[in-house]
């Protein structure tokens, strides 16, 4: 089965706090593609980041940074000195084998930060 | 800029009616789009897959009479909600994955999608 599962529904912090967005997900492919995004009460969402499966480099930009650990099916998010600017709803996916399919979500996780 | 558009982005019906949405890809040629909907407080979950010159794929459940998918063009696709009722309002997300890329996709700004 291809799937991505957000175990964290919702997660309330308090500006300044670090928080790590958990993403696991399940596929037979040893080719696939990972992603995250955010999506703010706009609707419209904001790509983060695409990562292949055979890249597990860890990346950081700026205040983000994901750990991609294939031996645990795990692309997890962190957000570094949280901003109440970051509240949204963030969504893991994942294209299974090839390029150019559609995605999979996760369920998505809220992301309270409060001032 | 944005490389997908779709139009309208906001839209009330009355039931019964049917209305259309476009999705375009404005700097590339896209032979396959997605169409995804987003129920409030929910996620992305796939309607059907476009394809340019060929039928649509629609995803297990979902109802291709009712849902008219017609990819008239390299840059076009158009979904139309046919005989819209209360249960259809949505979110509605198109996506075309970038031709030759390494799994990069684009999103349109979606379509919210109200019918009273």
């Known amino acids: 089965a291809q799937k991505v599962t957000q175990a964290q529904t919702e997660i309330s912090v308090v500006e300044k706090e670090d928080v790590t967005l958990d993403c696991v997900y399940e596929?037979?492919?040893?080719?696939?593609?990972l992603f995250w995004y955010k999506q703010p009460p706009s609707g419209e969402l904001v790509f983060l980041i695409r990562?292949?499966?055979?890249?597990?480099q860890n990346e950081i930009s700026g205040r983000y940074s994901w750990n991609f650990q294939k031996s645990t099916s795990s692309f997890n998010f962190t957000i570094t000195a949280s901003q109440v600017v970051d509240s949204a709803v963030y969504f893991c996916?994942?294209?299974?084998?090839?390029?150019?399919?559609?995605?999979?979500f996760g369920k998505g996780t809220t992301l309270s930060v409060s001032s | 800029g944005a490389v997908v558009s779709q139009h309208p982005s906001r839209v009330i019906c009355k039931s019964g009616t049917s209305v259309k949405i476009e999705c375009r890809s404005l700097?590339?040629?896209?032979?396959?789009m997605f169409w995804y909907r987003q129920f409030p407080k929910q996620s992305l979950m796939l309607m059907a897959t476009?394809?340019?010159?060929?039928?649509?794929?629609?995803e297990q459940g979902v109802e291709k009479d009712k849902f008219l998918i017609n990819h008239a063009s390299l840059t076009l696709s158009t979904l139309t909600v046919t005989s819209a009722h209360p249960e259809d309002s949505s979110f509605y997300i198109c996506?075309?994955?970038?031709?030759?890329?390494?799994?990069?996709?684009?999103f349109g700004p979606g379509t919210r999608l109200t019918v009273t």
């Open positions: 996916a994942l294209i299974p084998n090839q390029a150019g399919t559609a995605l999979i």
């Open positions: 700097d590339f040629q896209a032979t396959t």
């Open positions: 996506s075309a994955p970038r031709p030759g890329s390494d799994g990069e996709q684009y």
């Open positions: 476009s394809n340019e010159g060929s039928k649509a794929t629609y």
């Open positions: 596929t037979r492919d040893t080719t696939y593609y």
């Open positions: 990562r292949n499966s055979f890249d597990e």
